[in-house]
């Protein structure tokens, strides 16, 4: 659970800034940033925001994640019929070619609230097939852990929506988003927003998304 405010992050962008009077950047362009550093976050390390919780299923092979998710995660095990509050069997993900290859009719097989198996591919983060298909009634409930859009904090007053570890990463991200206002300008500037926007990405785990700083000399 959060504890730092968004003010706290701002307070310190601003030191970094040089800038504690609001002279260049106002507290809410800051306030600003770090709720889109959040979102950011999040597209690149979806587990950074992340909900559990009892889902019931439709009929078919073809799923979705609940309303209000970006992305699944996982699907640990079955949750019984409704209410779908006991935990049962345990679901096995598998790849779509393998079971193509081991069961072609898998989609066609005999209908059942139990989930063996799930397929998942990032391509389609929002969707996911169960084996076997779910009946036309009586449907199954599954443990469902899904990635979520952080919800925005409301004031500059609240907690960050993400746990306290990512302070830095939002730090970095509002630092990257205000020299990059400067970075046409001002090599310095342009420097300066390149190294907080490769260490955000960095921080998770996302080294392919680094950029090179210009070196200033000849």
Known sequence: MATITCQNIVDKAELQ???????RWSADDLFGWLKS??????IFKPDVSVTNASSVLVAGVKQSIPAG??????????MGVSPGTTPGAAIELVDLKTMGRLNPTWTTDTAAAVV???????SDPKVFYVYPAQPTSGFGY????????????????????LDDIYETVL??????????????QSQFASNRSVLHWNKFVESLGRKDLKEKMDNPRP
């Open 17 to 23: 800034l040089r800038d504690t009077g609001n002279d």
């Open 37 to 42: 550093g959040q979102r950011q976050a999040a």
């Open 69 to 78: 998710g970006i992305q699944l995660i996982n699907i640990p095990y079955n």
């Open 116 to 122: 063996q198996n799930y397929i998942f591919s990032e």
């Open 142 to 161: 599954v443990n469902i852990i899904y990635a979520v859009t952080p919800a925005d904090p409301a004031t500059i007053a609240a907690v960050i929506t």
């Open 171 to 184: 730090l970095d991200y509002v630092l990257y988003s205000a020299y990059a206002e400067d970075s046409a």
